[in-house]
């Protein structure tokens, strides 16, 4: 009997061994998902709050993991979030303004009207090709052989606040006035508001050599509006687009 004591006590340790290393491998597989969860819930919220980020460092150190570097990786995660996000917007608003500008072309008949330059508006760094800041569509009038340039600026606004329209800033309205000038030829914006970009609700054609500032009044604005079923008709003798 006293001999069979060790022996029962070496298949205890060996039990308890086994039982340990198993509450082991459970414990770091339920922290490994409450780090996993705890990340999983940052990305969801798109912030990372000083709470969040204390108990995912405590997470990680249970882990034996560099807290630090999880750290750095969600924020950089997050950026990159925000920044698709801005990218998203962006595409967005360029796809609202090409879809405007396509709008305008095709009330421009094809059969009298010739597009000589549609401008891209690409740029990068700072860098840019002379004509993103020119009008978006230039135009010439075909008629009897003869040639009449004229360009337009497309401007689409999804809604009209208070007493006063904006349809472009003090250096945009100046570089067209410059354009019209050097270039010999009229420039007109045509604004279109409400409605989608592709099928506005209301249609102004604003003569640029007849604004002053790059805004303006509700009250002012109606001896322009163009009707929206309706093909535009430059009179090239009064140089005026209808």
Same mark, same amino acid.
């Given at each position: 009997?006293?001999?069979?004591?060790?022996?029962?006590?070496?298949?205890?340790?060996?039990?308890?061994?086994?039982?340990?290393?198993?509450?082991?491998?459970?414990?770091?597989?339920?922290?490994?998902?409450?780090?996993?969860?705890?990340?999983?819930?940052? *990305?969801?919220?798109?912030?990372?709050?000083? +709470?969040?980020?204390?108990? %995912? &460092?405590?997470? #990680?150190?249970?882990?034996?993991? $560099?807290?630090?570097?999880?750290?750095?990786?969600?924020?950089?995660?997050?950026?990159?979030?925000?920044?698709?996000?801005?990218?998203?917007?962006?595409?967005?608003?360029?796809?609202?303004?090409?879809?405007?500008? *396509?709008?305008?072309?095709?009330?421009?008949? +094809?059969?009298?009207?010739? %597009? &000589?330059?549609? #401008?891209?508006?690409?740029?990068? $760094?700072?860098?840019?090709?002379?004509?993103?800041?020119?009008?978006?569509?230039?135009?010439?009038?075909?008629?009897?052989?003869?040639?009449?340039?004229?360009?337009?600026?497309?401007?689409?606004?999804?809604?009209? *606040?208070?007493?006063?329209?904006?349809?472009?800033?003090?250096?945009?309205?100046? &570089?067209?006035? #410059?354009?019209?000038?050097?270039?010999?030829?009229?420039?007109?914006?045509?604004?279109?508001?409400?409605?989608?970009?592709?099928?506005?609700?209301?249609?102004?054609?604003?003569?640029?050599?007849?604004?002053?500032?790059?805004?303006?009044?509700?009250?002012?604005?109606?001896?322009?509006?163009?009707?929206?079923?309706?093909?535009?008709?430059?009179?090239?003798?009064?140089?005026?687009?209808?």
């Amino acid at each position: 009997m006293p001999r069979m004591l060790p022996i029962s006590l070496i298949i205890l340790g060996g039990i308890l061994l086994v039982s340990g290393i198993v509450l082991l491998v459970k414990s770091k597989s339920i922290r490994n998902e409450s780090l996993t969860q705890a990340i999983a819930a940052v *990305k969801a919220d798109g912030v990372l709050t000083p +709470k969040e980020e204390k108990l %995912i &460092r405590e997470i #990680a150190i249970s882990e034996g993991k $560099d807290a630090e570097l999880a750290i750095r990786q969600i924020k950089s995660e997050l950026e990159e979030s925000e920044e698709d996000s801005e990218t998203e917007l962006i595409d967005v608003n360029q796809k609202a303004g090409l879809d405007f500008e *396509k709008f305008v072309v095709q009330k421009f008949d +094809k059969k009298f009207f010739k %597009i &000589r330059n549609w #401008a891209g508006d690409k740029f990068v $760094d700072g860098r840019y090709a002379d004509t993103t800041t020119q009008p978006d569509i230039q135009l010439s009038l075909i008629l009897r052989g003869q040639s009449y340039p004229l360009a337009v600026e497309c401007k689409w606004r999804s809604e009209s *606040k208070g007493d006063y329209i904006r349809f472009a800033n003090e250096g945009q309205l100046e &570089r067209y006035k #410059a354009f019209a000038a050097k270039e010999n030829q009229p420039v007109f914006i045509v604004l279109g508001i409400g409605g989608k970009a592709s099928d506005p609700a209301a249609l102004y054609i604003l003569p640029v050599q007849e604004l002053t500032k790059p805004y303006i009044s509700k009250d002012r604005i109606g001896k322009y509006k163009k009707k929206i079923d309706a093909d535009f008709f430059f009179d090239q003798e009064t140089n005026r687009l209808r």
